[in-house]
């Protein structure tokens, strides 16, 4: 083992910054708790109370769920700004500070004696999100990680995909004791005395900012990368923003519209439901095998081929006829494409464009996705309406999910394409050793 804690041989760029075994292992489990903790309350928790909040307030649910997708686009904006202060200053402080924010956003939502006052916490809520969810925690593991990065960012998805197992079904139970207002604070009591101190101490490591090694390109390229302008205008980035924003898409208003499109194809409601939970399983199955499939393939075709397994699984739910089995094993291999993505996604930049400035340009790659994934909802709703079936609005929501797949085969720079067999090969090797 080399200082920076990976193999001798492996490109240095890769290992600037990166933790020891011991304690990669201990922020793994940090990060692990903290996001499986911030979804539960700032995200999934919402899922569970939304239909209590109308019938309390009187407020519509188009009005509540509007606040919801308030905070998502609240939190692709706040986004940008949060991967910049990544990249200058760490997790630690960032992560911390978002924390914080969580508290007068979620107790303005909880208290909130009209529907102006719950708007602004759902403001503060998204901001929270943009600092204390995914792209922050990617962003940590991508530097720290070195070359286990792939295994350590496997290992806090799949972890952190318990949130809606373990918090749904508890904000439902604190609904039905206290009611939804209460619930939320004994959540959001929860997610200060878990996060706040975690992000502080468990994520008290050297970001090394100053190491003239952290901006090197991530393969062994010899030359420093582009400046972060020049490759958020380049054509590979605005290619891959574009798929990631498609693929937000289709695949957020698909998982919000699988049920009640389900029961338009002949399932029951709780069956519908039992298929919806069951892709949960798929996703851990994906994710689980992310990193033989990602030494098998390319940094271009795995995407291809995870959008085009997207596509094809959504359309097939969409013609398959009405039998439970085959409409349940569908949903199934349309969340293993899911969660397969979710680690193409975590990994595309530092594929592409090494580590360097990973938060500013994760920022920028995420928010139109997030504006995607906000307006996801009411788009595959809308489609169903206009289309005059579920069924036909997903034909439409797998076309934009191959559309992405199209853009995704231009979304490498030459530069990586150059150095993926060597860079892969090496990478991967490390995570399946």
């Known amino acids: 083992m080399t200082p920076e804690g990976g193999r001798e041989g492996t490109p240095a760029a890769v290992q600037a910054g990166a933790l020891d075994a011991a304690g990669l292992r201990a922020v793994v489990a940090v990060l692990s708790t903290v996001q499986i903790v911030s979804w539960g309350v700032l995200y999934y928790a919402f899922a569970a109370l939304q239909s209590s909040i109308s019938l309390d307030t009187g407020w519509s649910s188009v009005a509540v769920t509007g606040a919801f997708s308030l905070a998502q686009f609240v939190s ?62 990617f962003a940590a593991l991508t530097r720290w990680g070195g070359v286990h990065r792939v295994r350590a960012l496997t290992t806090l998805t799949l972890v952190a995909g318990l949130a809606s197992t373990v918090f749904a079904p508890l904000a439902a139970v604190l609904d039905d004791a206290l009611g939804w207002r209460q619930a939320y604070l004994v959540l959001l009591v929860g997610l200060v005395v878990v996060t706040v101190p975690l992000h502080w101490w468990g994520l008290n490591h050297p970001w090394r900012t100053d190491d ?55 399932l029951s409601r709780n069956l519908a439901a039992l298929a919806l939970g069951l892709g949960g399983v798929g996703q851990v199955a994906g994710r689980l095998g992310y990193a033989r499939f990602a030494v098998a393939t390319s940094v271009t075709s795995r995407g291809v081929i995870v959008l085009s397994g ?27 494409a899911r969660g397969i993505y979710t680690l193409v996604q975590a990994t595309a930049i530092t594929d592409r464009w090494g580590p360097a400035s990973y938060g500013t340009l994760s920022g920028i790659l995420t928010a139109p996705a997030l504006v995607a994934s906000a307006a996801a909802p009411f788009a595959g709703a809308m489609l169903a309406d206009l289309l005059g079936s579920y069924a036909d609005a997903f034909l439409v929501l797998a076309g934009l999910a191959a559309v992405a797949a199209a853009l995704m085969s231009g979304a490498t720079p030459a530069v990586s394409a150059l150095v993926e067999h060597r860079g892969r090969q090496l990478d991967v090797r490390d995570e399946l050793a």
């Open 76 to 137: 692709g904006g706040v986004g940008i700004w949060v991967g910049r202060h990544l990249d200058a200053y760490g997790p630690r402080q960032v992560m911390t500070v978002a924390s914080l924010v969580a508290v007068p956003g979620v107790a303005a939502v909880a208290m909130a004696p009209n529907l102006g006052v719950f708007y602004v916490g759902w403001v503060l809520t998204g901001a929270a999100m943009a600092g204390s969810l995914y792209p922050p925690a």
């Open 212 to 266: 003239p090694l952290a901006h090197t390109h991530a393969r062994g390229a010899s030359d420093p990368p582009a400046a972060v302008p020049a490759i958020a205008r380049s054509t590979p980035f605005v290619l891959l923003t574009l798929a990631n924003a498609l693929t937000a898409l289709a695949v957020f208003a698909v998982v919000i519209n699988l049920v009640p499109m389900l029961v338009e194809q002949g």
């Open 310 to 336: 997207i596509a094809v699984a959504t359309a097939a739910l969409a013609l398959a006829p009405g039998s439970p089995g085959l409409l349940i094993v569908l949903g199934m291999l349309l969340g293993l």
